[in-house]
């Protein structure tokens, strides 16, 4: 087989892939990943996990294939092309063997040293999505100890340090209780999502081991299907344009908060996504 003809030159475009279903309707997981990382210059590749007609936040009677069996013969097809990852994305995975299936790509991959970013998407509200179960939870806190950057909401965040919801009872100090333990199973750098440490705000904290980042902007009351999804996106395109994780955060919030403005102002089913589309044009701005 013929290998594939990869650049080194300094500033070549860098190359993530995305591993999320594809909910075809209702703007989450791929269908979010794919314009957003590409707008802000990535070059991405896609893993899909499951095909279903829509994500299953408020919707009944989704249909759902599976495509785990892909998985290994797909990264066994591009290990053998000589493939390389700068960034590994993963998101809504399906089962837990999918994970275990994402352990085999990961391996295949080692040699390209590729960065993994998990957001560990499991449930909202403190609850698990629907399809989701108790071997998902456990299976996710073991495979995102190998993150370089995890990125729970508070509900994710609970299942995986095995504490209770705090639902909106908390603050700073248990934030950062929090953050700390997320640490301890592994990653290098957690972003707690959903965070809301003053009255109508809400946002996000970082934590490298050593300095706590936060940003926060206006809370607008509403169920913002995907909003965990076009958060993530946008911090990865900020990060991979190298700007501190202080500044990624303020990337992240602002657009995540601009994109549900947007989509309130719109008054459309709020299932159907975010209106993130009419502010791709932010990612693509450098500097
Ligand atoms: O946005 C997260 C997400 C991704 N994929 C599927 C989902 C959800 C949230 O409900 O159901 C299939």
Redesign the pocket.
């Known amino acids: 087989m013929e290998r594939l003809r990869l650049s080194d030159a300094p500033g070549r475009q860098k190359r993530v892939l995305a591993v999320?279903?594809i909910?075809c309707l209702g703007r989450?997981?791929l269908t979010v990943a794919l314009p957003m990382l590409s707008a802000a210059g990535l070059e991405t590749t896609i893993l899909p996990t499951?095909v279903?007609s829509t994500?299953?936040?408020g919707f009944e009677g989704y249909t759902y294939r599976d495509l785990v069996e892909d998985m290994n013969p797909v990264a066994d097809h591009w290990h053998a092309l000589g493939l390389r990852f700068d960034a590994v994305f993963t998101?809504?995975l399906g089962t837990h063997r999918h994970i275990r299936r994402m352990n085999h790509l990961l391996e295949a991959f080692a040699g390209s040293a590729p960065a993994l970013v998990v957001d560990p998407?499991m449930g909202?509200n403190g609850r698990l999505?629907?399809?989701l179960d108790q071997a998902y939870v456990d299976a996710m806190r073991e495979y995102c100890a190998g993150a370089e950057l995890l990125l729970p909401n508070l509900t994710e965040a609970a299942l995986l340090t095995r504490m209770p919801y705090p639902g909106e009872g908390y603050d700073r100090a248990y934030i950062l209780d929090m953050l700390r333990r997320l640490r301890a199973l592994g990653p290098r750098e957690v972003v707690l999502t959903g965070v809301s440490l003053a009255e109508g705000r809400i946002g996000a904290a970082a934590w490298d081991g050593e300095k706590l980042a936060c940003r926060d902007a206006e809370f607008v009351p509403g169920q913002w299907?995907?909003a965990?999804?076009v958060f993530a996106c946008a911090l990865l395109g900020a990060r991979f344009s190298g700007k501190p994780m202080e500044e990624c955060l303020a990337v992240a919030v602002d657009f995540t908060h601009r994109c549900i403005v947007r989509t309130r102002d719109a008054g459309t089913d709020e299932r159907l996504g975010l209106q993130f589309e009419p502010e791709l044009w932010r990612l693509a701005a450098k500097g």
Do not use: I, N, Q, R
Request: aromatic fraction near 10%; charged fraction near 15%.
């Open positions: 999320h279903d909910s989450c997981s499951a279903l994500h299953t936040g998101g809504w998407v909202d999505y629907a399809t299907h995907g965990g999804d």
